[in-house]
C-alpha cells in the first residue's frame, strides 16, 4: 500500500507571495492532519481535516487554511508569506483520525522563504 | 495544558549497546501514546503505538513501556546499530483529538 505523499517535496518563496501544499493520504483514510515542523518550535499542529470538513485547528494566523476533497486529498495554503514561515510542512492522514488511530505521516515539503 | 518533554535532546553510544529514550508528560489522562522516527530532513516514520490500557508494546528490537500514573514512557532500543542513528520523537493525542503533541524530541548517533 503506498504511503502518504506531498507535493512538491521542495518550494522556495519570496515575502509576500502565497503558496499551496498538496498532501495525498494512505488510501482508505479519511482523516489528514498538518503540521508545522521548525528547528525552534518543533512540532506544532496547524488542523485536521475528515470528511471535507476541518475538525480541528491550531493556534496559527488566518493566512494558514486548508481544505480537502472528496477524494481525500487534502492542501494548505499559506498566503502573505513571512520569513518565519520557513520550515518543514508534513501531513499525516489516519483511517479515522480523532485520539485512537495510528497516524502516518508523509515526507514533507521543505519551504524557504527568501 | 499537556506538556511532553524529552531528555536527553541528544544521545551518542557505541554500536550494540542497549538503550533507553525517555518521554514524560504533564496530564496523565492519555489515550494513547506514539514513537515516531526522524532522519534528517526527512518525515517521520510511526514505530510503535502503545494505549492507555497497555503497559508495553514491542516491535522487534524496540520496546516501548507506559506508566501513565507517573507521565512517562521509555522506548527501549536492543543491541543498536549504526542504522538508528535519527531523531526519535514521543507524541500524545491533545483530549480526544487528532491534534499530537509532540515532545522536541531526542537525536541518537549510534558509533561504529
Known amino acids: 500500500k503506498a504511503g502518504v505523499t506531498q507535493t512538491p517535496r521542495y518550494l522556495i518563496k519570496t515575502r509576500g507571495q502565497q503558496v499551496t501544499l498538496s498532501c495525498s493520504p494512505i488510501s482508505g483514510h479519511r482523516s489528514v492532519s498538518w503540521y508545522q515542523q521548525t528547528p525552534g518550535q518543533g512540532l506544532q499542529f496547524l488542523f485536521e481535516?475528515?470528511?471535507?470538513?476541518?475538525?480541528n485547528k491550531g493556534n496559527f494566523p488566518g493566512r494558514f487554511s486548508g481544505r480537502q476533497f472528496s477524494n481525500s486529498r487534502s492542501e494548505m495554503n499559506v498566503s502573505t508569506l513571512e520569513l518565519g514561515d520557513s520550515a518543514l510542512y508534513l501531513c499525516?492522514?489516519?483511517?479515522?483520525?480523532?485520539?485512537?488511530?495510528?497516524?502516518?505521516f508523509g515526507p514533507g515539503t521543505r519551504l524557504t522563504v527568501l | 495544558k499537556q506538556e511532553v518533554t524529552q531528555i536527553p535532546a541528544a544521545l551518542s553510544v557505541p554500536e550494540g549497546e542497549n538503550l533507553v529514550l525517555n518521554c514524560s508528560f504533564t496530564?496523565?489522562?492519555?489515550?494513547?501514546l506514539q514513537w515516531f522516527r526522524q532522519d534528517p530532513g526527512k518525515g517521520l516514520t510511526s514505530l510503535l503505538l502503545i494505549q492507555s490500557s497497555q503497559r508495553e508494546q514491542t516491535s522487534g528490537r524496540l520496546n516501548a513501556s507506559l506508566d501513565k500514573s507517573s507521565g512517562r514512557s521509555t522506548l527501549y532500543i536492543a543491541a543498536s546499530q549504526p542504522g538508528d542513528s535519527a531523531t526519535y520523537l514521543c507524541a500524545v493525542p491533545f483530549s480526544n483529538t487528532g491534534k499530537l503533541i509532540f515532545g522536541q524530541g531526542t537525536t541518537l548517533q549510534v558509533k561504529p
Open positions: 496530564d496523565s489522562a492519555i489515550y494513547n
Open positions: 481535516y475528515f470528511s471535507e470538513t476541518q475538525r
Open positions: 499525516a492522514s489516519s483511517i479515522l483520525g480523532g485520539h485512537t488511530d495510528t497516524q502516518y
